[in-house]
């Protein structure tokens, strides 16, 4: 797994969008970008190992990728969708 948010992005993460429950997490001064430069260097964060392994061979396969992190306000996931069309920042109970 890649841990630093200093590598380059290895995907495309499309149009990112974010829930509500993001967006109160923002106000409340979460640094989402922190987390997308994450998601995209292929630092997946907190996903079991067969997961993360999942998410690094999708990268080249063109599946959807998945990331979680605990931050200080709580869980986050961060979706990308297979096409690269779109990546979706949310809380696991808004999926």
Known sequence: MRTSHLLPPLFDLG???ATPGI???IEDGLLVDLYLTRHNSGD???VPADD???NTDG???GDRLLSAYETP???IWIITEADRHSTCVLLPDEY
Do not use: C, S, T
């Open 44 to 46: 997946w964060g907190d």
């Open 23 to 25: 967006a109160a997490f």
């Open 52 to 54: 993360a392994r999942a």
């Open 15 to 17: 149009d990112v969008v």
């Open 73 to 75: 306000l709580g869980r």
């Open 59 to 61: 990268v080249e396969a």
